[in-house]
């Protein structure tokens, strides 16, 4: 601000009256992470019929900042560091129930350490954050108990996160449920339960859950016909690619199980953002 305006303007500036709003016209919410703006900005973009970029490439988040008359009915946090604290702190706490069915693991935290979580978001600071959040965050360490996951979930935190080796019990396919959201192009937020085995034992994964919810968007791949002696080896039919999932910047491959998007692509608050955008064909 002090780029813009002189000393005298800077001074009657109030920073609770500020808000942010994005080219299309569309209100920045002050408590969501700004991967999840991001990504929902990418899908919102989708909606264009003119729109020729695909998923993948870079578009610009462009910005409007308002000095004054925030829509505070609409933006439903007031712009303070304080008020996005404890929509953050809330968003763990919540978060730590539906991975465990308790919020003992955040709650059993010293204060200290809770507030050092939020001063490590606040200052850029990864390992302040991590070295408290590594022990609320689950593992992708597999369970002995359930089928192994493929190689791609094989992967686990850093060794300094974990310096008395890791638990079974804290790993990603043991939790009740994996906290998830999709976000739908100007559309609602979808939360269900999502456990991270399926009833047979096999992992829960990303293609079955968005056919479960969004069977319009993302159809059951039919099964191919019978073989016969013109095709001896049929193939299932082709099903058109009608929308796609972004994930903290990334199209998410259908085959990527649930728990390990919990464990590894999980936002600072614990959440998995999943955002839905359409292809333009």
Same mark, same amino acid.
């Given at each position: 601000?002090?780029?813009?305006?002189?000393?005298?303007?800077?001074?009657?500036?109030?920073?609770? =009256? @500020? @808000?942010f709003e994005t080219a299309e016209g569309r209100l920045v919410r002050w408590? @969501?992470?700004?991967?999840l703006i991001y990504d929902n900005h990418i899908i919102?973009?989708?909606?264009?019929?003119?729109?020729s970029r695909a998923a993948s490439t870079a578009t610009p988040l462009r910005l409007t900042l308002h000095l004054a008359s925030p829509p505070n009915d609409k933006l439903l946090l007031s712009p303070s560091p304080e008020a996005c604290k404890q929509?953050?702190?809330?968003?763990?706490? =919540?978060?730590?129930?539906?991975? @465990?069915?308790?919020?003992?693991?955040?709650t059993g935290l010293r204060q200290q350490d809770q507030d050092g979580m939020w001063e490590g978001i606040k200052e850029h600071n990864f390992d302040e954050y991590w070295r408290v959040a590594s022990?609320?965050?689950?593992?992708?360490?597999?369970?002995?108990?359930?089928p192994p996951p493929s190689s791609a979930s094989m992967h686990t935190r850093p060794p300094s996160a974990d310096p008395g080796g890791p638990s079974d019990r804290d790993g990603g396919y043991n939790v009740r449920s994996v906290p998830v959201r999709i976000y739908l192009p100007d559309g609602p937020?979808?939360? =269900?339960?999502v456990p991270p085995l399926l009833e047979d034992g096999i992992p829960h994964t990303l293609s079955h859950y968005l056919t479960s919810h969004l069977p319009l968007l993302? $159809?059951?791949?039919?099964?191919?016909? $019978?073989?016969?002696?013109?095709? $001896?080896?049929?193939?299932?039919?082709?099903? $058109?690619?009608?929308a796609y999932a972004l994930v903290q910047g990334i199209i998410a491959p259908h085959e990527s =199980?649930?728990?390990w998007l919990g464990a590894c692509l999980a936002g600072a608050d614990g959440w998995v953002n999943i955002c839905v955008g359409l292809h333009n064909t």
């Open positions: 601000m002090d780029l813009v305006f002189d000393e005298t303007a800077v001074k009657d500036l109030k920073d609770d =009256e @500020w @808000w408590h @969501w992470p700004i991967g919102s973009t989708s909606l264009k019929p003119s729109s929509a953050f702190m809330g968003q763990l706490k =919540e978060a730590d129930f539906i991975r @465990w069915g308790n919020t003992k693991r955040m022990k609320v965050t689950p593992m992708t360490t597999p369970s002995h108990t359930g937020v979808i939360q =269900e339960l993302f $159809p059951t791949q039919p099964p191919a016909p $019978p073989p016969s002696r013109s095709n $001896p080896n049929p193939r299932p039919p082709t099903i $058109p690619q009608l =199980e649930m728990a």
